[in-house]
């Protein structure tokens, strides 16, 4: 055999060797393809599904804000004094330590600015702002999960020293039972939905493609402004009843099926 057929060998089997090397990917993207999602026929149905269930925590925030001259320490010491009393008659509640929390502490300056003429033939420097006192503003929040004793809570915070309290809202504390049960009616009746949708439309129902889920759930809420008298201490006014009312937790599912 001489050497130009021996050229022609070599140069057929890598011609060779490419073509089935280009066959198999062209092959193998022809089936990852044809394993893909969207490239069966296919239709989506979504679905909502509802459970309702009675919260089982609240939230509330009481602060103490204080005013008072330039001696920060006697400030200090005066706002400490009324959180820790409000703190105190809240663990006489058997409220636990865990669920009383320091939000924020803030300290500012107050000023007092003069007062400059304007327009002067000789315009007179305008002293700077003089601090005359400060203002202690500390927040802390509360959970409670003995609703009985939400009431007394609110009102004893005031009497105890807090001259701000509000934000009171219901969670649920563990929603995932409830959210559970609201999937489980969505899946059931986009299942039932798809079924229906495929009769009317002359076709079977495929496999299930693909799932998508949202949540949404109202959050219950309701705010108390504690009941001042114009001297900053308690109105004497009886606890209030409170009613946590219900949530509602609602679970949206689209379900996308094969059309066979």
Known sequence: M??????????????????VAVAAVSASFAYRASIKPDSYRSFSVNAEGTAVAVPDIAFFTFGVLT?????????????????????????????????????????DPRYEYSSCPANTEKPVPC?????????????????IRDFAAIGDALSGVVKNGANDVSGLSFQIDDPFTVETKARSEAIAKAKVKAKNIARAGGFRVGRLLAIDEGFSGPVYGMRFEAA??????????????????SEEVMINVTLR???K
């Open 67 to 107: 005013e008072g001259g330039a001696d920060i320490a006697n400030l200090q010491k005066e706002n400490t004094e009324k959180v820790n009393k409000a703190i105190a008659f809240l663990k006489s509640l058997e409220i636990d330590s865990k669920d009383i929390k320091t939000e924020n502490y803030n300290l």
């Open 127 to 143: 002293p700077p702002p003089k601090i005359v006192g400060y203002t202690i503003n500390q927040s802390v929040s509360v959970k």
């Open 257 to 259: 099926y094969e059309i």
């Open 228 to 245: 001042l008298m114009a001297d900053g201490k308690a109105a004497g006014a009886p606890a209030p009843a409170i009613e946590p009312g």
């Open 2 to 19: 001489n050497e130009r057929i021996k050229n022609y060998l070599n140069l057929a089997i890598i011609i060779g060797i490419i073509f």
